[in-house]
């Protein structure tokens, strides 16, 4: 298995045999949409210690995904378990703040998550490595899912919590 580059922002178990890596953007719909397939599909396979999740925040260059860079930039990734808690905080809530003007989302930020107003300037450096890893890995879309390296699923609106079941299940089998 290949070393996985950018895993600063991961949950489950190092020792799992299925590596998920997530490319992700917090403004992305289809992102909202993909947690929230994870979060009812995943659980059972993250505490039997058979996945680990990889969580790769992505600056894709749209401008629908500003805002989503905008919160990335922000984040303490020092302290990954409250950035993740924060990451599924805004993707739950999503609807609620993707229309805000920046200035808005900045003191959302600030308020209600305890994130710094300004960007982390340490967090240039990740926000290019994922980039440059996005490019090599050809992922042209947000989310883009790999599991153990192989890319697995571009995300599709029709996706349903028994499709990301059976890329799992399939991908275990694979393994065992």
Same mark, same amino acid.
């Given at each position: 298995m290949t070393t996985i580059k950018n895993d600063h922002l991961k949950f489950g178990s190092t020792d799992a045999p299925l590596k998920l890596e997530a490319f992700i953007n917090l403004a992305c719909p289809g992102s909202a949409k993909i947690y929230h397939l994870a979060k009812e599909v995943l659980p059972p396979y993250i505490e039997?210690?058979? @996945?680990?999740? @990889?969580? &790769? #925040?992505?600056d894709k260059p749209r401008e629908e995904l500003l805002l989503g860079s905008l919160i990335h930039w922000t984040f303490d990734n020092t302290n990954p378990t409250e950035t993740l808690d924060v990451i599924g905080k805004l993707l739950e809530t999503q609807l609620e703040w993707h229309e805000l003007s920046n200035k808005e989302l900045k003191r959302l930020l600030v308020d209600k998550y305890n994130l710094q107003e300004e960007e982390r300037l340490e967090n240039v450096d990740v926000s290019l490595a994922i980039t440059a890893e996005a490019i090599e890995r050809e992922v042209k879309i947000v989310p883009t899912l790999f599991f153990n390296g192989e &890319? #697995?699923?571009?995300f599709t609106y029709e996706l349903e919590p028994s499709d990301l079941k059976q890329a799992v299940e399939t991908s275990l089998a694979k393994i065992s």
């Open positions: 039997n210690g058979q @996945i680990e999740v @990889i969580v &790769k #925040l992505y &890319k #697995l699923l571009g």
